[in-house]
């Protein structure tokens, strides 16, 4: 399969969105910029480090349909999958009421309220009906491979080294993995109630993986955050507390060559 078929062709690429999808409007560059990655030929594994309001979950879900919904595209399935932890808390699944697509979903509230949001949600019951979207749990990972794939990983900060580990290599050539976080927000890493951030299988794959051909790293900054006011002026004060920079280790920069930039 050549990468032309895995991704759109950038040059037909308002042309290729089916019309069910919105064009997407972007509100920052690196919005933009997580977007033309995800979209690249040559990038299997994008990594996004943001903080919360960034629009890294709507800019992936949103490409991720594309992907889907494209004739040009191979990705056949859209999977996102979210690990199973409650704020302060270890891994918790068992005690949630409801089947396993229920006890999922209460993880997924933002995968499923920005998935409604763009396509509606009977048309994302279909998707589920005919498995073409799913939700995983990153727990049960083991034996399984992803074909033809578009998958992603959101609160990454919340992963092991080792979850990550079997994710990372759980993928083929033909399909592409987004692992997206905020290192600021790890809940499941925790010393003295002061998030230990350099324990997340997030922070270890953003070094390790930084540099190989393949993988591509984009780092938001409190400036691309697009929530309300009071919002992003709440952010900054814990900001001020912790700055996480990561910074970028990419082998190529993302050149935007459409006539009708936004930025």
């Not at 089916?18 to 409007?25: G, R």
């Amino acid at each position: 399969m050549s990468k032309k078929n895995l991704t759109q062709n950038t040059e037909n690429n308002e042309s290729s969105i089916p019309k069910l999808l919105n064009k997407i409007k972007f509100k920052t560059k690196n919005q933009k910029r997580f977007y033309k990655a995800i979209e690249h030929p040559d990038n299997r594994i994008i990594m996004a480090h943001a903080l919360a309001g960034a629009g890294k979950t709507y800019a992936s879900i949103h490409k991720g349909l594309e992907f889907l919904y494209s004739k040009e595209s191979d990705i056949n399935k859209l999977i996102i999958i979210n690990p199973t932890v409650s704020v302060g808390n270890e891994d918790q699944l068992g005690f949630l009421p409801g089947d396993l697509m229920e006890k999922i979903s209460y993880h997924n509230d933002s995968a499923f309220f920005i998935l409604k949001k763009i396509i509606g949600e009977p048309e994302m019951e279909k998707l589920i009906a005919k498995k073409k979207l799913e939700f995983r749990v990153l727990n049960f990972l083991r034996g399984v491979n992803f074909e033809n794939s578009y998958i992603i990983l959101d609160e990454a900060q919340n992963t092991s080294p080792l979850q990550l580990k079997t994710l990372a290599t759980r993928i083929s050539d033909d399909s592409k993995l987004v692992i997206q976080g905020d290192l600021s927000q790890t809940d499941k890493y925790r010393v003295n109630g002061t998030p230990a951030y350099t324990k997340s299988g997030f922070y270890d794959v953003w070094n390790r993986f930084g540099g190989v051909e393949g993988v591509y790293q984009v780092e938001f900054s409190k400036d691309d955050c697009i929530r309300s006011g009071i919002v992003k002026r709440i952010l900054e004060t814990y900001e001020r507390d912790e700055i996480i920079s990561l910074g970028e280790n990419n082998k190529f920069e993302i050149i935007d060559n459409s006539q009708n930039s936004d930025f």
